[in-house]
């Protein structure tokens, strides 16, 4: 039987590609605050600013290429049961190759209805004001808000707890639940956590099997995936 990987990508997965990491040091995303462009109370206030920022999102996804992180990652699937758990709202592991992705933060290619949160659609281009759902009721970003429900979190537990293996790419550790995802991994699975500033949490310091690999995607996840397929399992 194959052991199962479970991957747990964060900004820092997309940064090689050229996406803009969620927030800069000084708290903003593209020169706006997130309580603006990243909340229910700001879709409320101004649906149209938060349409056209997430139209901009999607434009600038057109552009740019899964990278060599997004692209090693596929390899480990001719020998393991891959599972990519992404808080990433790109499609780049998809168009990598990667078979088994949940976006546990939504996704930008998608539109969802105001009031029917399963109503959800493929959108490629601009998505305004007027734009309705089947039922008569407005498009919105099919995007994870702050202050909202998590809705993939129970499908992200149930692989983290069935994982052999966990490798963590390119996120803080910091952003909750995403974050206690690892706390639920079973005793003593090997831990590989890739990324050029690493930072612990609670869950990754009580980790008795962590490797730390300083690197950014494109260089330590290919070494990774080169030891991994070597290793006699």
């Known amino acids: 039987m194959m052991k199962k990987i479970v991957v747990l990508s964060g900004a820092g997965m997309s940064a090689e590609s050229g996406i803009q990491t969620f927030r800069d040091a000084d708290g903003l995303w593209e020169g706006h605050d997130v309580i603006e462009v990243a909340t229910p109370e700001g879709f409320r206030k101004d649906p149209a600013l938060v349409l056209e920022f997430y139209n901009q ?3 600038q996804l057109k552009t740019v290429r899964a990278n060599n992180g997004h692209l090693a990652l596929v ?4 020998k393991f049961e891959v599972t990519v758990i992404t808080q990433n709202v790109d499609d780049l592991h998809e168009r990598a190759g990667s078979t088994k992705v949940i976006h546990l933060h939504g996704e930008l290619r998608k539109v969802r209805s105001t009031k029917n949160p399963s109503s959800i659609k493929y959108w490629e281009e601009d998505c305004n004001v007027g734009d309705l759902c089947e039922n008569g009721h407005q498009l919105r970003p099919h995007i994870v808000w702050f202050g909202e429900a998590v809705p993939k979190m129970e499908e992200a537990t149930y ?3 069935e994982a052999d293996i966990i490798i963590i ?3 803080s550790m910091q952003v909750y639940p995403a974050a206690g995802l690892v ?3 079973k005793n003593n699975v090997p ?3 890739i990324d050029p500033n690493p930072k612990t949490n609670y869950e990754l310091e009580q980790a008795g099997n962590l490797t730390v690999i ?3 995607a494109g260089i330590g996840v290919r070494e990774l995936v080169n030891e991994l397929m ?3 399992y």
């Open 183 to 185: 706390g639920l991994a």
């Open 159 to 161: 692989y983290t707890a």
């Open 230 to 232: 070597q290793k006699k």
């Open 169 to 171: 790419i390119g996120t």
């Open 57 to 59: 999102r999607r434009k």
């Open 75 to 78: 390899d480990l699937e001719k």
């Open 214 to 216: 300083p690197q950014k």
């Open 191 to 193: 831990i590989y956590y």
